[in-house]
């Protein structure tokens, strides 16, 4: 133990450069062409002037604090690219010394370390940093809210507590899962309420302060959202989600596990990594149950609760809204890969296990981090989606008398944002009637699992008429963009 105490003498100072290779990393590229959900959050609601921006709330993809610090970052900087995702960058880099913070709170200052440099080189967080959406200020709010919420019921203090309420009212202001994060805390706050013996990390529980942070996050929260109020209840209310395979949760899973491989490499490298990853987070699991059930329950909490209402809804469970669960995961991970550290060392005959454990856990710990690190350059080979790419080709390899047919979501994108007046269709006959008028037609469309579930005729129509010529890939799952040409009729 006593070679580990000089870097913990100097955990402040890795902190900050922890942080610091962080913002670098994040700022590798960042200028890429955006991917269809930032780019209606930009031409529906961050371009709006700030007043109507405050008032308005007519989707999903309205992330309002992010929408205001983006605005806010365009009036400042101008629209770029990098300026609209700005905001993501820096709750990104300010999540690192976040989760060291709750680290060090419910683990060793080692792990917490540990944790921090893995999420440092994440594949998934610096994808997420350069997205121009407000998951990584949820990240940063619930890692900073769970602290929080921790030294509030070890320490009773008011200042505490008074911060407790502002993050979570911002985190909520951030994206409505921050509720589930709530929740967690609420349910952890009246078990508190009854001793056990559950000792680190908590504290003997006095009802006074916590019921402030509590309120205040409650009045902040109502507040913030009292413009907008009557038309998230009408948008809310309005019908559910069309059903397709983005609201079935085997396809959530099977995404998952996709997306999971990428950040430990690609090919055999990444089916090992996410194995290795995957029994050391059984492991964690098991530890945090076992040390402290309250703490499992904090870290475990947020993403049941955040799956059951998606799931009983069949509202669209897409991966990217369990992202504010990343730090929770990491910390469980290395807690794993700690405990099979010392399992291994208690087969070594003449070890201190205690210290040799510690080693061989860190080492592991050390090669995931190079996995991680092995997979980062293809968060920045490509652009999220490349929509510029498709359509700067097919400007360049029609003739000008060739039609241009856009379909689903790829539709919305090259008229709202582009301002291209390619034809949008919906219909066959719409289709027939475009082609029709010209030997050959173009046609563009993205998310093939939107297209076929809205419009299957036009998807039939689109696999047996026409030819894809050209497919753009994305580091967004599922996000190529297809460009077909129309068979020639015979």
């Excluded at 006593?2 to 913002?23: C, R």
């Excluded at 269809?36 to 961050?46: K, Q, S």
């Excluded at 921050?178 to 952890?188: C, E, N, R």
Aim: contains cysteine; aromatic residues 14%; glycine residues 10%.
């Amino acid at each position: 133990m006593k070679s580990k105490q000089p870097i913990m003498a100097k955990s402040g100072f890795i902190v900050i450069l922890l942080t610091l290779i962080g913002l670098i990393l994040r700022f590798i590229n960042l200028n890429q062409g955006l991917w269809y959900d930032e780019i209606i959050a930009l031409v529906r609601f961050i371009r709006l002037p700030l007043r109507d921006l405050l008032t308005t709330y007519t989707s999903e993809n309205q992330h309002m604090l992010y929408s205001v610090l983006a605005h806010l970052s365009i009036v400042e900087f101008g629209e770029h690219i990098w300026s609209l995702r700005l905001p993501a960058v820096v709750f990104g880099v300010a999540s690192i010394p976040a989760l060291y913070l709750l680290g060090k709170t419910i683990t060793s200052r080692w792990e917490a370390l540990l944790v921090t440099a893995l999420m440092t080189v994440s594949y998934h967080h610096v994808w997420f940093s350069q997205n121009a959406r407000g998951y990584t200020g949820l990240l940063f709010w619930t890692l900073l809210g769970t602290y929080l919420f921790l030294r509030g019921l070890q320490q009773n203090r008011i200042n505490l507590w008074i911060g407790y309420g502002i993050a979570m009212a911002l985190g909520i202001y951030t994206h409505l899962t921050m509720v589930f994060v709530l929740m967690s805390h609420a349910i952890v706050f009246v078990w508190q309420l009854y001793p056990d013996k559950d000792k680190r990390g908590l504290a003997k529980t006095d009802l006074k302060m916590p019921l402030i942070g509590f309120g205040l996050t409650g009045l902040f929260t109502a507040l913030l959202y009292a413009p907008i109020l009557p038309q998230m209840v009408a948008h809310f209310g309005g019908g559910g989600t069309i059903p397709s395979q983005w609201t079935e949760v085997f396809w959530a899973i099977s995404e998952t596990i996709r997306g999971l491989k990428v950040g430990f490499a690609k090919g055999v490298l990444g089916v090992l990594g996410l194995l290795v990853a995957g029994f050391f987070f059984t492991c964690g699991l098991w530890s945090y149950a076992k040390e402290n059930r309250k703490v499992f329950a904090l870290l475990v909490l947020p993403g049941i609760l955040g799956a059951i209402p998606l799931t009983l809804l069949e509202h669209n469970i897409w991966p990217r809204f369990f992202f504010y669960t990343l730090g929770f995961i990491l910390l469980i991970a290395v807690r794993g890969a700690m405990v099979v550290g010392k399992l291994i060392a208690g087969l070594r005959v003449g070890q201190n296990s205690e210290i040799y454990g510690m080693k061989i856990g860190s080492t592991i710990i050390g090669l995931l981090i190079g996995l991680s690190i092995a997979s980062l350059p293809f968060a920045y080979q490509y652009p999220k989606q490349d929509y510029e790419g498709a359509m700067n080709f097919v400007e360049k390899v029609r003739k000008p008398s060739d039609p241009v047919v856009t379909v689903g979501l790829a539709a919305v994108v090259y008229e709202e944002y582009y301002k291209k007046n390619w034809e949008a269709i919906t219909t066959v006959e719409q289709l027939n009637q475009i082609r029709a008028q010209a030997p050959e037609t173009w046609l563009i469309y993205a998310f093939p699992i939107f297209v076929e579930s809205r419009y299957p005729e036009v998807m039939a129509a689109i696999l047996k008429d026409f030819t894809p010529v050209k497919i753009f890939p994305g580091t967004l799952g599922g996000g190529e963009i297809y460009v077909c040409k129309s068979n020639k009729v015979s």
